[in-house]
């Protein structure tokens, strides 16, 4: 082959991994995970970076996003469409499974653990209710020489992030072809407040609300982070503070099951040692609804406490048996009807 052919050759394996990765912006921004700018007077990747994502270092998934790489370099023009990839939010239902959600948006069920390590890396099963973020994944297309070590250099500034990227793309060794496609799952890619604000103004923008997520998210963080303070309150006694801090937890919605249950297993200890215990029994019912093992620790609990939460799973089982015996004094009474 001639040195002509092979730089055509080469040239072609350049063009269609850039129209794969244009094929996949578009996929994604029926997502709504892509947000359009169009470059303005005066701006630059970086400038733009640091808009959306408020890093301007980020400005090598513009790059890399928009096929600029395929051109010879990252420069821009005024009026040009760029897109702009953020990371995408998900609430989580009863029954999902990291699996289940590794498939749906990474197409593949053993990409797991960019889920997990994007989310706190802890819970062996999403809790319900828990809004989750999910990575975007950016599609880095290799170039000459290049390995999977300087790309995880590039976008995670550690090499040794390669055994992430080298397990998500299910591949082996470190040398990557030239035109090879690498899907990189980006975590920070989260708008910054400027972003946000952007994004929002953007009336013709439908994806903007998608683009823009996340308040759920990190309420649920906020709650977290207080939930150390509300069973303070209970160990030390402040069981008047307990409750205060407890109802307005629960009014602030959007909460997680494990949230819910946290929260009303302490408002049910904090209900009996106010002698309230047709509230505690309430908030046990709660917590039986959403773990009908649950088992209080016989040694640490309070015996008052153990036998609010002993009525209220009588009071749950009662309510879950008087349905069926309706329904069987129902069906008894049409076949008395039909012997008659």
């Known amino acids: 082959m001639s040195l002509r052919d092979s730089s055509t050759a080469a040239l072609r394996v350049v063009l269609l991994a850039c129209v794969l990765v244009h094929a996949f912006a578009a996929t994604a921004r029926a997502d709504g995970k892509v947000f359009v700018h169009v470059v303005r007077a005066g701006e630059t990747l970086a400038s733009i970076a640091q808009r959306y994502y408020g890093d301007p270092r980020r400005e090598n998934v513009l790059v890399m996003e928009n096929g600029l790489n395929a051109q010879g370099g990252a420069a821009i023009v005024v009026g040009v469409r760029l897109d702009i990839p953020v990371v995408s939010y998900h609430r989580v239902a009863e029954g999902e499974t990291w699996a289940q959600l590794a498939e749906r948006f990474f197409g593949d069920p053993r990409r797991t653990a960019a889920l997990i390590e994007a989310n706190g890396g802890a819970a062996a099963v999403p809790d319900v209710g828990a809004e989750v973020l999910v990575p975007y994944p950016l599609r880095h297309v290799a170039g000459q020489h290049e390995t999977l070590s300087e790309v995880a250099e590039v976008y995670y500034g550690r090499a040794a992030a390669a055994a992430s990227l080298r397990r998500f793309n299910n591949i082996r060794g470190n040398r990557l072809a030239r035109g090879q496609i690498i899907l990189v799952p980006l975590a920070d890619l989260v708008l910054s407040e400027e972003g946000r604000t952007v994004v929002a103004a953007a009336d013709a923008a439908p994806r903007a609300p998608e683009g823009a997520g996340g308040e759920v998210r990190a309420l649920q963080a906020r709650v977290d982070a207080e939930l150390s303070a509300l069973r303070e309150h209970v160990r030390r006694g402040r069981f008047t503070e307990a409750v205060a801090v407890g109802n307005r937890l629960l009014g602030a919605g959007e909460l997680t099951g494990n949230q819910l249950v946290t929260i009303q297993r302490e408002l049910g200890t904090a209900y009996v040692a106010l002698d309230r215990a047709d509230l505690a029994v309430l908030a046990f019912r709660e917590v039986l609804t959403r773990q009908?093992?649950?088992?209080?620790?016989?040694?640490?609990?309070?015996?008052?406490?153990?036998?609010?939460?002993?009525?209220?799973?009588?009071?749950?089982?009662?309510?879950?048996?008087?349905?069926?015996?309706?329904?069987?004094?129902?069906l008894s009474d049409d076949s008395d009807a039909g012997a008659r």
């Open 292 to 330: 009908p093992d649950v088992v209080f620790d016989s040694i640490r609990t309070s015996p008052r406490v153990l036998a609010a939460l002993e009525e209220a799973r009588r009071a749950e089982q009662a309510a879950q048996t008087a349905p069926v015996a309706a329904d069987a004094g129902a």
